[in-house]
Every structure is written in structure tokens, then in C-alpha cells.
T-cell receptor, first 112, second 112 residues
Framework: DTGVSQNPRHKITKRGQNVTFRCDPI?????LYWYRQTLGQGPEFLTY????????KSRLLSDRFSAERPKGSFSTLEIQRTEQGDSAMYLC??????????FGPGTRLTVT | AQKITQTQPGMFVQEKEAVTLDCTYD???????LFWYKQPSSGEMIFLIY??????QNATEGRYSLNFQKARKSANLVISASQLGDSAMYFC?????????FGSGTQLTVLP
């Protein structure tokens, strides 16, 4: 069973640039979540998809952030005009049901 | 609003001994689920165990068990027969109607 995959694993970018991350969930998992984790903290929720519909967005998701899940398969998270405060680990998770949620390896973003 | 509290920033345990990691929660939802994840230094979030709020039996998965005390709103993780590979950050999380809410984590170190 293939797990959740995320690309790239690491991204270094200069302040002001745009970045896009990709998440491929476990096949047939209809729920997909994005979280952000900073050093020494637990993950914080960003947004949630059920199939292709984006059902919930956190207040953390400013207007510089946008996420899509076309056709209910993979998802992308784009950050426009990156700031140093965006430096974090971005985690994607997929879930077939309420009692399970599996995480990908994450994308570590460093904004210089 | 949901809140997860992990009051132990760090814990030490001798190899082969049992250890309990504390987690308390607060929610107004009647139906919810509690999760524990392990995060080694490599960064991936590994799902360990799940307990539903209506489950009458405490959840167990191999060496992991969840000591669920609903009236006290606690969901402590018990790891039996600790191994060196158990050294990691451990996060407690809760799901109400949507996404997971995480605690701040406990860094467990297993001593040889």
C-alpha cells in the first residue's frame, strides 16, 4: 500500500517568490488535509478537502495561500509572495474515515 | 473550540520499562476521536493508536495502549517494554467534526 507522498521534500526560496507543493494521497482516500508545523510545535491545521471540495480553511490560511484538489486526487498548496514567517514544515495527510489519518513526509520550506 | 494539553515537555525512561505520556483535552463535542502520533527526528508523523469517545474498551495496538478516562478528559498513552527506537516526539491529537487539533508534544528519550 503506497503511503502519502509529498514533493518537493525541501524547498529554499527567496522572500517574495511563489512556491507550490504537491501532495499525492493514499489511493481512494477521499479526505485530504494540509497542516503547517514549526519547530517545537504540533502541526496546525490549514485546510481540508473532501474529494475535490475544499470544506474548511483555517484563519492561518491568509490570502497569499491557496490550495486545490482537482478531480479529488492530488492536491497542491501554493504560497504567493513568500515571507520569512512562512518557513515551516508543510504536512499533508489523507484519511478514508474519521478514525484514521496518515501523514506524508512533509515539505520543509525555508524562506531566505 | 478544542484544546489538547500535554504537560510533559520531556520524559526519560529506561529501556524495557513502561512509560506513560499524559494528554488532557477539552471539547464541547459529544462525539470525538483521540489519536497519538510518533514523530522521530526524521520528521514523519507515524500514526500509533486511536480511541473513539464512545468506545467502551481502551484501545491497544501492540506495545501501545491508550488509557482513556472520559470523565477526567484524559487520554494517556502507555508504551510497554520501551525500546531505543521509541525515542521520538509524541503528539496527542483530537478530531471533533473536522480536522485534527494537536498538543505541543512530549519528547521521549529511552535510555540504554
Amino acid at each position: 500500500d503506497t503511503g502519502v507522498s509529498q514533493n518537493p521534500r525541501h524547498k529554499i526560496t527567496k522572500r517574495g517568490q511563489n512556491v507550490t507543493f504537491r501532495c499525492d494521497p493514499i489511493s481512494e482516500h477521499n479526505r485530504l488535509y494540509w497542516y503547517r508545523q514549526t519547530l517545537g510545535q504540533g502541526p496546525e491545521f490549514l485546510t481540508y478537502f473532501q474529494n475535490e471540495a475544499q470544506l474548511e480553511k483555517s484563519r492561518l490560511l491568509s490570502d497569499r495561500f491557496s490550495a486545490e484538489r482537482p478531480k479529488g486526487s492530488f492536491s497542491t498548496l501554493e504560497i504567493q509572495r513568500t515571507e520569512q514567517g512562512d518557513s515551516a514544515m508543510y504536512l499533508c495527510a489523507s484519511s478514508p474515515s474519521r478514525d484514521k489519518e496518515y501523514f506524508g513526509p512533509g515539505t520543509r520550506l525555508t524562506v531566505t | 473550540a478544542q484544546k489538547i494539553t500535554q504537560t510533559q515537555p520531556g520524559m526519560f525512561v529506561q529501556e524495557k520499562e513502561a512509560v506513560t505520556l499524559d494528554c488532557t483535552y477539552d471539547t464541547s463535542d459529544q462525539s470525538y476521536g483521540l489519536f497519538w502520533y510518533k514523530q522521530p527526528s526524521s520528521g514523519e508523523m507515524i500514526f500509533l493508536i486511536y480511541q473513539g469517545s464512545y468506545d467502551e474498551q481502551n484501545a491497544t495496538e501492540g506495545r501501545y495502549s491508550l488509557n482513556f478516562q472520559k470523565a477526567r478528559k484524559s487520554a494517556n498513552l502507555v508504551i510497554s517494554a520501551s525500546q531505543l527506537g521509541d525515542s521520538a516526539m509524541y503528539f496527542c491529537a483530537m478530531r471533533g467534526r473536522g480536522q485534527l487539533t494537536f498538543g505541543s508534544g512530549t519528547q521521549l528519550t529511552v535510555l540504554p
